[in-house]
């Protein structure tokens, strides 16, 4: 093992193999306030790589119901009570300002074990600690669909009398978006006893070679999320691949520039934005809409940063949920980046509305002023809404996309209008 860094950790960490960043890293952000649970983006994905023999029961991508629902079944609880009955300090986090570090540790310190730590601490002879899910958790992959938590019956309110109000309701539910994350500290690769599985320099994707793998299920057993899985056809593993070709531009439909994933791209409630991260976490580039929302605004933030393999899909969390349970999945970074999603700032409103407007990756943002439009008080502060245009351009400096903060709208000339 050797010692590097992970800044959503917000300390050095065990890891068998050396600290060594991509020159970018494929990330994305999801905005949980807006997904509507239509599974686009899963049939996106399944659709294009796991339609095929022995691929029945792999959804590289899923969206489940939190906080009963998961795919394999249970499968964050099991690992977070794996954390919690065997590791050192678990889920403790020292947040007060000298823990604190704009980049190296922008939430804090995490004091408890990780899954390489614990693997350590139990003497254990693997990288990290795991299970396999047995063949009955990967059924039913929308489990527990649209199933809220509550306090209370039905029963013993009287229909559903239990109020649901902000800040957190008291029935309530969310949903979670899943892929891959191509961790920066891959928990399968370093599982993997044959090096089957490696990390891009360009991009930072990771991926299980197909001629190398021999099926020994490591990655499935070690991976925290359970992204990777086992094809009996083939008798490999497979997980996300980022959709790769699309990243290196090899879709003619944006002649050579890198393109978000499928998933990304077919996203209907528009809450997803695909793109890469400047590799250096210390030096953020403020027009990078990755790198300002994730380092430099915080809004997004990461699943489950506790297992330690620095996951690269963000988060921002849901509005409603109880503070404690967010907490726990997306770290201690939840309540800041609620404040400011709930009342948003003039630079967030504008990079919000580049979500879903191009398949084309933007690397790049700018904000032209507009005139104010809106004014309000949300939770004791002011919001000012401000019809400013973001435009978004592509990594050869191409503009992409050029969109306003207010909806246009159109008024039908009514002599066009059909009439029955
Ligand atoms: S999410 Fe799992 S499969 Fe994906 S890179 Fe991280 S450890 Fe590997
Ligand atoms: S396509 Fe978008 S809105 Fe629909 S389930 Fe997927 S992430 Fe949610």
Redesign the pocket.
Known sequence: MTLVHNWHLGRTMEYPYFESRPEHQFAAV?NTN?????????M?HKSTWTYSKGQEYMWW?N?ETKPYGGYPQHWDHKILQLLWDNGNNPMEWYTSAEDKDETKAPYGLYNGDTIFELAKTKGLNQVAVGYIPDDKEWRFPNIYEDTAASEKTNYETGAAAESSELPEHKRWFF?L?RICNHCTYPACLSACPRKAIYKRKEDGIVLIDQKRCRGYRKCVEQCPYKKPMYRGETRMSEKCIGCYPRVEGKDPITKGRRMEAR?MA???????LNGLLTGDYKKPDPKNPMDWLIHIHKVALPLYPQFGTEPNIYYIPPRWAPRSYLRQMFGPGVDEALDKYAAPSRTLMAVLQLFRTTQTMLSRFEIEDGEKIYESEIMGKKVEVYNDTVIGFASDGTEMVRVKVEEPTWESDEKRMITY
């Open positions: 999801f807006r997904c509507i649970a239509c599974q686009t983006c899963t996106a991508n969206v949903y978006q998933c077919a996203c209907v409630g528009k809450i997803r």
